[in-house]
């Protein structure tokens, strides 16, 4: 991904965040929360940066983790498949 994009869950928009990045490290990952905010990482060689924004990208908050600690963007995926049936013909 070389942009983050919002989404929107009361509604389903869907917000390209093309203003200034919070870090020049490469983008890696997005979440949009409940309260409206926006977290993202970004990381490169082993250097992470975690950021927030509360008003859709327009200011942000950052910080690095302590030295030998990571920021991380992980996404958990439940999904449930049903058996084939085949029929003989």
């Given amino acids: 991904m070389t942009e983050p994009l919002a989404v929107d869950p009361s509604t389903g928009d869907v917000y390209r965040l093309s203003g ?3 870090s020049p490290l490469a983008f890696s ?3 949009p929360a409940s309260d409206g905010s ?16 509360a ?6 908050t950052t ?3 302590a030295p ?12 449930t498949r049903s058996p084939r049936t085949r029929t003989a013909r």
Wanted: charged fraction near 10%; charge should be positive; hydrophobic fraction near 35%.
């Fill in 29 to 31: 990952g997005v979440y």
């Fill in 68 to 79: 030998g600690k990571t920021v991380l963007a992980l996404a958990g995926v439940w999904a």
């Fill in 55 to 60: 008003d859709r990208g327009v200011t942000w």
């Fill in 63 to 65: 910080w690095t983790p």
């Fill in 38 to 53: 926006i977290w993202t990482t970004y990381g490169s060689n082993g250097t992470t940066v975690g950021a927030r924004s």
């Fill in 20 to 22: 200034q990045p919070p």
